[in-house]
């Protein structure tokens, strides 16, 4: 038993990938995010402070991901 209406199956793949897509996103906005481990949190606090110790030797998310796209 599907739980995919038919009207969904038939649709072309790159429009039940959009909306699954669109699904997800709508998830990740709703969803709180969990809480990190205590592990994570040590990896975290570890990477930002490598980052203030030495803010040349990386790059923000926005320059990488302008890289990335050719932007």
Do not use: F, Y
């Amino acid at each position: 038993m599907s739980l995919l209406p038919s009207e969904l199956r038939n649709l072309p793949i790159g429009d039940r990938l959009e909306i699954v897509t669109a699904l997800w996103d709508s998830i990740a906005e709703d969803a709180p995010a969990p809480p990190l481990t205590p592990a994570q949190q040590v990896l975290v606090d570890e990477r930002r402070g490598a980052r203030a110790a030495r803010p040349d030797a990386s790059r923000g998310w926005d320059e990488v991901n302008r890289d990335v796209l050719g932007e």
